[in-house]
């Protein structure tokens, strides 16, 4: 994803959020398992005990024959009110607990009755809830029973007349499918959260281990995609400089003085232009190695310098003659700072430095320019005033993106010559099928 700062639009690579999301596939598998267990044992744990409820349906007067009139009406609702309370009493319950002969007590029992009286009317709906299905239905049943024996010899009124007797019911009345719903919700969730975890890493990356950064975030072109060296690797690490160095004589057939820039010295640029420089030489080319790092030689080329002897700093402030300060090793020629001074960018920006170019341009073919960080001191900036071309590395197990952003931000404000960025030390099996397929077998060192 890249956000195009001239026209605010938003760009997402679809085809590498599919592989990214694809080379994460079991993490969201896993986590949408994890989840849909999670709330499967939440429903479990949380569902109430399934209750089976059945209604026993009275017709109660209280007399052998009920006149259908509203004298009548009224009579049968008062005897209808008593009975209720004759049918809920503690005798009668305890009565029905101790004929079914269950463990329980009649509190609890009175628990399971609820009573109905439609509008105006003798009609009486009793029901009763019970964890047993059969159970609930012997439970309504023998409560009839009791009840009408006590109602007689409270009251002396005739049995209710049922017209609709108890049933066993075949589904929990509480009957619910949480299972099925937090499993399923779990699930989903699981899987939303890791792919939202995995788009959230993916969006906050501020490395480089993927090629297309490159032109995405900075958009510069991209020179080359130099991998990590290892034994295992070397032949795609060789035929990586190779492209490189012809990507560069591309971008700017005629430079000669190219300089190489980084955000911070974490790039190490003298590793990687070491290797650039050997690649050149096996093309027959005649390279030599400026190092301008004068506000602090002990970063870089400068570590690899001699202690005697004097370097760049010298030949800027006009102590020695440039054929004191090159150096020839392993068929290669350097050019170090040793001392640091305080004028470094009036040094690298004077006459001095230019002529020393112009005479470096007489003997070799490249000269290659490692510099100072662009992040902490402006002689980089200098130096690049009079290269033909510059190229930033980058290095993906170091650079950072926005440190990038900005090191290519000051290079476009001077208007230098950029060419592109290298992107150097990345992981092989992060280069995606540039290295693995497509990259290794044009070049014949493709292994399955």
Same mark, same amino acid.
């Given at each position: 994803?890249?956000?195009?700062?001239?026209?605010?639009?938003?760009?997402?690579?679809?085809?590498?959020?599919?592989?990214?999301? /694809?080379?994460?596939?079991?993490?969201?598998? !896993?986590?949408?398992?994890?989840?849909?267990?999670?709330?499967?044992?939440?429903?479990?744990?949380?569902?109430?005990?399934?209750?089976?409820?059945?209604?026993?349906?009275?017709?109660?007067?209280?007399?052998?024959?009920?006149?259908?009139?509203? /004298?009548?009406?009224?009579?049968?609702?008062?005897?209808?009110?008593?009975?209720?309370?004759?049918?809920?009493?503690?005798?009668?319950?305890?009565?029905?607990?101790?004929?079914?002969?269950?463990?329980?007590?009649?509190?609890?029992?009175?628990?399971?009755?609820?009573?109905?009286?439609?509008?105006?009317?003798?009609?009486?709906? =009793?029901?009763?809830? #019970?964890? *047993?299905?059969?159970?609930?239905?012997?439970?309504?049943?023998?409560?009839?029973?009791?009840?009408?024996?006590?109602?007689?010899?409270?009251?002396?009124?005739?049995?209710?007349?049922?017209?609709?007797?108890?049933?066993?019911?075949?589904?929990?009345?509480?009957?619910?499918?949480?299972?099925?719903?937090?499993?399923?919700?779990?699930?989903?969730?699981?899987?939303?959260?890791?792919?939202?975890?995995?788009?959230?890493?993916? #969006?906050?990356?501020?490395?480089? *281990?993927?090629?297309?950064?490159?032109? *995405?975030?900075?958009?510069?072109?991209?020179?080359?995609?130099?991998?990590?060296?290892?034994?295992?690797?070397?032949?795609?690490?060789?035929?990586?400089?190779?492209?490189?160095?012809?990507?560069?004589?591309?971008?700017?057939?005629?430079?000669?003085?190219?300089?190489?820039?980084?955000?911070?010295?974490?790039?190490?640029?003298?590793?990687?232009?070491?290797?650039?420089?050997?690649?050149?030489?096996?093309?027959?080319?005649?390279?030599?190695?400026?190092?301008?790092?004068?506000?602090?030689?002990?970063?870089?080329?400068?570590?690899?310098?001699?202690?005697?002897?004097?370097?760049?700093?010298?030949?800027?402030?006009?102590?020695?003659?440039?054929?004191?300060?090159?150096?020839?090793?392993?068929?290669?020629?350097?050019?170090?700072?040793?001392?640091?001074?305080?004028?470094?960018?009036?040094?690298?920006?004077?006459?001095?430095?230019?002529?020393?170019?112009?005479?470096?341009?007489?003997?070799?073919?490249?000269?290659?320019?490692?510099?100072?960080?662009?992040?902490?001191?402006?002689?980089?900036?200098?130096?690049?005033?009079?290269? *033909?071309? =510059?190229?930033?590395?980058?290095?993906?197990?170091?650079?950072?993106?926005?440190?990038?952003?900005?090191?290519?931000?000051?290079?476009?404000?001077?208007?230098?010559?950029?060419?592109?960025?290298? !992107?150097?030390?990345?992981?092989?099996?992060?280069?995606?099928?540039?290295?693995?397929?497509?990259?290794?077998?044009? #070049?014949?060192?493709?292994?399955?």
């Amino acid at each position: 994803m890249e956000k195009n700062q001239k026209n605010n639009i938003i760009v997402v690579h679809v085809a590498e959020l599919i592989h990214l999301f /694809a080379k994460r596939l079991w993490v969201i598998i !896993l986590a949408g398992i994890v989840f849909a267990a999670a709330g499967y044992s939440y429903a479990v744990m949380t569902k109430e005990i399934p209750m089976y409820m059945t209604t026993t349906k009275m017709y109660v007067t209280g007399v052998e024959a009920a006149v259908p009139s509203a /004298a009548g009406i009224n009579l049968g609702q008062q005897v209808l009110n008593n009975y209720i309370e004759i049918l809920k009493s503690r005798p009668v319950l305890e009565q029905v607990i101790e004929n079914l002969n269950l463990n329980m007590s009649y509190r609890e029992l009175e628990n399971c009755i609820s009573e109905n009286i439609p509008l105006e009317t003798c009609m009486l709906e =009793v029901s009763v809830t #019970f964890p *047993d299905p059969e159970w609930a239905k012997k439970v309504a049943d023998e409560l009839v029973v009791v009840s009408a024996e006590r109602a007689w010899q409270i009251m002396g009124c005739t049995e209710p007349v049922v017209y609709e007797e108890a049933y066993a019911p075949e589904e929990p009345y509480n009957y619910s499918s949480s299972e099925i719903l937090y499993t399923l919700l779990g699930g989903i969730g699981g899987v939303a959260l890791a792919c939202f975890v995995i788009l959230l890493n993916y #969006f906050a990356n501020s490395k480089f *281990d993927s090629p297309n950064k490159v032109t *995405d975030k900075l958009h510069l072109k991209k020179l080359g995609v130099i991998p990590k060296a290892s034994s295992k690797n070397l032949a795609y690490q060789e035929a990586a400089y190779q492209v490189f160095c012809s990507h560069l004589f591309f971008a700017k057939p005629d430079a000669r003085v190219i300089n190489f820039v980084s955000a911070t010295e974490k790039e190490n640029k003298y590793a990687f232009l070491l290797k650039a420089m050997e690649s050149l030489q096996k093309m027959g080319k005649k390279v030599i190695l400026l190092d301008t790092n004068l506000s602090n030689p002990q970063w870089g080329a400068g570590q690899e310098a001699d202690t005697n002897g004097k370097g760049l700093e010298a030949y800027l402030t006009g102590q020695v003659k440039l054929k004191d300060i090159v150096i020839e090793k392993e068929g290669m020629a350097f050019i170090y700072c040793k001392e640091a001074v305080m004028n470094a960018a009036e040094l690298l920006g004077g006459k001095s430095f230019s002529e020393l170019l112009d005479q470096l341009k007489q003997e070799y073919d490249y000269i290659l320019v490692d510099t100072a960080p662009l992040a902490y001191v402006p002689d980089a900036l200098c130096a690049a005033q009079q290269a *033909d071309a =510059v190229v930033l590395v980058l290095s993906g197990k170091t650079s950072r993106i926005r440190q990038a952003k900005e090191a290519a931000s000051l290079l476009a404000e001077r208007e230098l010559p950029v060419v592109g960025a290298v !992107l150097w030390d990345i992981n092989i099996q992060k280069g995606g099928k540039y290295f693995r397929k497509e990259f290794g077998m044009y #070049f014949g060192v493709y292994e399955k």
